[in-house]
């Protein structure tokens, strides 16, 4: 079974920086591409940055967080990260890791203005 725990969310003001960290267990890790997504409230849970499985090419991010959101992943530590600079009180919402059709709890991320 897949488990998948988020942690890092926070209350930070605009301008500020959070990193958010994903583990997994019940996977073969460096298999597996990993996901992150957001889901504001009283909105959909939306797609906005992935990195591939180890050699398989190269992240790929929702236009809104291009240049200010970096998506990273240590196998070893079988963790991914999403370190998130400038971030904007539209940012805020539940962040979820995703991988192999499984969610974790999410972390939830508030941006004041």
């Known amino acids: 079974q897949v488990q998948l725990v988020e942690s890092g969310g926070g209350l930070v003001q605009a301008g500020g920086s959070l990193r958010l960290s994903c583990t997994a267990a019940?996977?073969?890790?460096?298999?597996?591409?990993m996901a992150w997504f957001r889901q504001a409230p009283g909105e959909q849970r939306k797609f906005f940055a992935t990195i591939p499985s180890s050699g398989g090419g190269i992240p790929n991010y929702a236009e809104s967080v291009k240049r200010r959101f970096t998506i990273s992943r240590d196998n070893a530590k079988r963790t991914v990260y999403l370190q998130m600079n400038n971030l904007r009180p539209e940012d805020t919402g539940f962040y979820y890791c995703n991988a192999d059709m499984a969610w974790g709890q999410g972390t939830q991320v508030a941006i004041s203005s």
């Open positions: 019940g996977i073969d890790f460096s298999t597996h591409s």
